[in-house]
């Protein structure tokens, strides 16, 4: 077999365009865009206004079965979709989100694709890229030391220190922060108390970026932040303290939507990086709808499997921002089937096509799963090289008792070439104008009822348990006004189920509700359940041992 090039390798070759000509190509100005180098820029607020009047495209979601170590290739598949789609005549943008150094030093990688289905520049994009992540850490982190300065200078809002809410953030991997002790040292480092790190992707400031149409409503949604609580229970706010304007700010330039291209010279925005175990998950609104405005047809991903993702993007953005979305594409493949069927990964490269009808229950439940929402689905079986042919058409076999196709993509190896009929089947599924979207639950059904909702309707669960103190929270909540809001569910992505090793499609489990997070300005509840975690830990062996500096100064080691 031919050397395999790696991911980084592939992209370090791409042919690349200056990216004002990738702009110029979707109508954008070159006054419009702010370059940063040659191969990647922001488009510019006054240019996003002026298009507000014009028709949308069409929207396509990708998201997935639930993860294995054997990977599935969303992101890749979002990418080769938008070349395919471009190959075959149509206009077409892609959206996904940015990279969080987290999982590229820790255990999953980048957030560019891989194979001939890539964004480009990788490495910036998979670093620091344009900046927002760093933004967005040091505006929330601004919260942070503004509201420990309000208390040590008097205490006006009359705060009550053990019920300050707002954490701190970092974009990094450090289980260590997850709960600590400040303003230790004595009288002139203020008043001790326990707080903690939360990774910057499950920040409300970047839930709060990717939710906001501009500056204003991003202003606004800040000013809502509930920092913490008075000693009579009723919330401070960031506008209290006198904290929304400079972190307006400090994210004036992270709103606008990075224009970067595929290897095959199409243009894709990155913007916004949510989590979607921890967060919502989902790429920014104003990335999504202006791409909207551009283009025949926008693909976006949402994170990790359908039931956090999808779920995540049609119940909290698709609702908040008014958004259809036309077709859903569930991104699986042999080996995960296989896994999903009881195969160990060192076993993945035999042909066990038992295993995979018997891991298909995984990816059943997603096709059902999302068609509650009303979108029309298809299935894209993302090609590796030691799938066989039996093992294939199981999946395609099984597929087709859900009244649904899987479609056999070979985009990794081919790039737009090998998604062709995924591409004409998306087409066919978003022009006959079957969706009828709907989110699941109702803005006015109670929180806890919403909470029930997600947990027997999409995970399957047989009840959901709380603590009085969890319920009365929610109550509480209701009575302050914010009983209207959707809920965002922090829940492993590796199983239907709170728990990571129970694969398939169970039925019946328990979801222990453990924390409940009131997200005032993100606009949404998150739910804490099992033993998830909104501050990561690296693995034994994190990604970032293998990634060093060559001879020639190119990075190695990146994916």
Same mark, same amino acid.
Request: net charge neutral.
């Given at each position: 077999?031919?050397?395999?090039?790696?991911?980084?390798?592939?992209?370090?070759?791409?042919?690349?365009?200056?990216?004002?000509?990738?702009?110029?190509?979707?109508?954008?100005?070159?006054?419009?865009?702010?370059?940063?180098?040659?191969?990647?820029?922001?488009?510019?607020?006054?240019?996003?206004?002026?298009?507000?009047?014009?028709?949308?495209?069409?929207?396509?979601?990708?998201?997935?079965?639930?993860?294995?170590?054997?990977?599935?290739?969303?992101?890749?598949?979002?990418?080769?979709?938008?070349?395919?789609?471009?190959?075959?005549?149509?206009?077409?943008?892609?959206?996904?989100?940015?990279?969080?150094?987290?999982?590229?030093?820790?255990?999953?990688?980048?957030?560019?694709?891989?194979?001939?289905?890539?964004?480009?520049?990788?490495?910036?994009?998979?670093?620091?890229?344009?900046?927002?992540?760093?933004?967005?850490?040091?505006?929330?982190?601004?919260?942070?030391?503004?509201?420990?300065?309000?208390?040590?200078?008097?205490?006006?809002?009359?705060?009550?220190?053990?019920?300050?809410?707002?954490?701190?953030? %970092?974009?990094?991997?450090?289980?260590?922060?997850?709960?600590?002790?400040?303003?230790?040292?004595?009288?002139?480092?203020?008043?001790?108390?326990?707080?903690?790190?939360?990774?910057?992707?499950?920040?409300?400031? %970047?839930?709060?970026?990717?939710?906001?149409?501009?500056?204003?409503?991003?202003?606004?949604?800040?000013?809502?932040?509930?920092?913490?609580?008075?000693?009579?229970?009723?919330?401070?706010?960031?506008?209290?303290?006198?904290?929304?304007?400079?972190?307006?700010?400090?994210?004036?330039?992270?709103?606008?939507?990075?224009?970067?291209?595929?290897?095959?010279?199409?243009?894709?925005?990155?913007?916004?990086?949510?989590?979607?175990?921890?967060?919502?998950?989902?790429?920014?609104?104003?990335?999504?709808?202006?791409?909207?405005?551009?283009?025949?047809?926008?693909?976006?991903?949402?994170?990790?499997?359908?039931?956090?993702?999808?779920?995540?993007?049609?119940?909290?953005?698709?609702?908040?921002?008014?958004?259809?979305?036309?077709?859903?594409?569930?991104?699986?493949?042999?080996?995960?089937?296989?896994?999903?069927?009881?195969?160990?990964?060192?076993?993945?490269?035999?042909?066990?096509?038992?295993?995979?009808?018997?891991?298909?229950?995984?990816?059943?439940?997603?096709?059902?799963?999302?068609?509650?929402?009303?979108?029309?689905?298809?299935?894209?079986?993302?090609?590796?090289?030691?799938?066989?042919?039996?093992?294939?058409?199981?999946?395609?076999?099984?597929?087709?008792?859900?009244?649904?196709?899987?479609?056999?993509?070979?985009?990794?190896?081919?790039?737009?070439?090998?998604?062709?009929?995924?591409?004409?089947?998306?087409?066919?599924?978003?022009?006959?104008?079957?969706?009828?979207?709907?989110?699941?639950?109702?803005?006015?059904?109670?929180?806890?009822?919403?909470?029930?909702?997600?947990?027997?309707?999409?995970?399957?669960?047989?009840?959901?348990?709380?603590?009085?103190?969890?319920?009365?929270?929610?109550?509480?909540?209701?009575?302050?006004?914010?009983?209207?809001?959707?809920?965002?569910?922090?829940?492993?992505?590796?199983?239907?189920?709170?728990?990571?090793?129970?694969?398939?499609?169970?039925?019946?489990?328990?979801?222990p509700v453990r924390e409940v997070r009131l997200s005032a300005g993100a606009g949404f509840i998150v739910v804490i359940?099992?033993?998830?975690?909104?501050?990561?830990?690296?693995?034994?062996?994190?990604?970032?041992?293998?990634?060093?500096?060559?001879?020639?100064?190119?990075?190695?080691?990146?994916?």
């Amino acid at each position: 077999m031919a050397d395999v090039k790696s991911d980084i390798e592939i992209a370090r070759a791409a042919k690349k365009k200056p990216i004002l000509e990738v702009g110029a190509g979707l109508g954008i100005p070159p006054e419009d865009l702010l370059p940063y180098g040659h191969d990647k820029a922001k488009i510019s607020a006054d240019f996003i206004a002026r298009q507000k009047s014009k028709k949308n495209g069409r929207l396509i979601l990708v998201t997935a079965i639930n993860p294995t170590p054997a990977g599935e290739g969303k992101t890749t598949t979002t990418v080769g979709l938008g070349d395919g789609l471009n190959r075959i005549g149509k206009k077409a943008i892609v959206c996904i989100r940015e990279a969080s150094l987290g999982p590229c030093f820790g255990v999953k990688g980048g957030a560019a694709g891989g194979g001939y289905a890539q964004v480009v520049p990788m490495e910036d994009i998979n670093l620091h890229f344009t900046g927002d992540f760093h933004a967005i850490t040091s505006a929330h982190n601004l919260l942070s030391a503004l509201i420990d300065n309000h208390i040590y200078w008097g205490n006006e809002q009359n705060i009550d220190i053990r019920r300050v809410a707002w954490r701190r953030v %970092m974009d990094m991997n450090d289980r260590g922060l997850r709960q600590i002790v400040g303003s230790l040292g004595g009288v002139a480092n203020g008043f001790p108390r326990e707080t903690g790190f939360d990774i910057t992707v499950a920040s409300e400031v %970047m839930a709060i970026l990717c939710l906001s149409t501009d500056l204003k409503d991003l202003e606004k949604r800040l000013g809502d932040i509930i920092v913490g609580y008075r000693r009579d229970k009723t919330p401070v706010f960031a506008r209290d303290i006198k904290a929304d304007g400079a972190m307006t700010v400090l994210l004036k330039d992270a709103m606008q939507p990075n224009l970067v291209q595929t290897l095959e010279n199409n243009p894709a925005f990155v913007h916004g990086g949510p989590f979607a175990n921890i967060a919502h998950g989902c790429n920014s609104v104003v990335a999504t709808t202006t791409a909207l405005k551009l283009a025949d047809y926008v693909v976006t991903e949402a994170g990790f499997g359908a039931d956090l993702g999808a779920e995540k993007f049609f119940d909290i953005k698709c609702r908040k921002a008014g958004l259809k979305p036309d077709a859903a594409v569930i991104v699986a493949t042999a080996r995960a089937m296989k896994m999903n069927g009881g195969v160990k990964k060192e076993d993945l490269g035999q042909e066990n096509v038992e295993a995979v009808k018997k891991g298909c229950a995984n990816l059943g439940r997603h096709i059902q799963n999302v068609k509650k929402f009303g979108v029309p689905v298809v299935v894209a079986v993302n090609h590796f090289t030691l799938d066989t042919e039996a093992e294939i058409q199981a999946i395609k076999d099984f597929v087709a008792t859900l009244g649904a196709e899987a479609i056999l993509c070979k985009h990794w190896a081919q790039g737009s070439a090998g998604i062709e009929d995924l591409a004409h089947k998306v087409v066919e599924l978003a022009e006959n104008g079957r969706s009828q979207f709907s989110p699941l639950y109702p803005d006015d059904m109670p929180l806890f009822k919403k909470i029930e909702t997600i947990a027997k309707d999409i995970y399957h669960a047989g009840e959901v348990i709380a603590d009085k103190s969890v319920r009365d929270q929610l109550k509480t909540w209701e009575e302050q006004g914010y009983g209207h809001l959707p809920i965002c569910m922090a829940k492993t992505q590796y199983s239907f189920s709170t728990d990571p090793n129970l694969r398939g499609a169970p039925s019946g489990h328990t979801v222990p509700v453990r924390e409940v997070r009131l997200s005032a300005g993100a606009g949404f509840i998150v739910v804490i359940t099992g033993e998830i975690m909104t501050m990561p830990g690296l693995p034994k062996v994190p990604s970032s041992e293998k990634i060093y500096l060559n001879a020639d100064g190119f990075i190695e080691g990146l994916f």
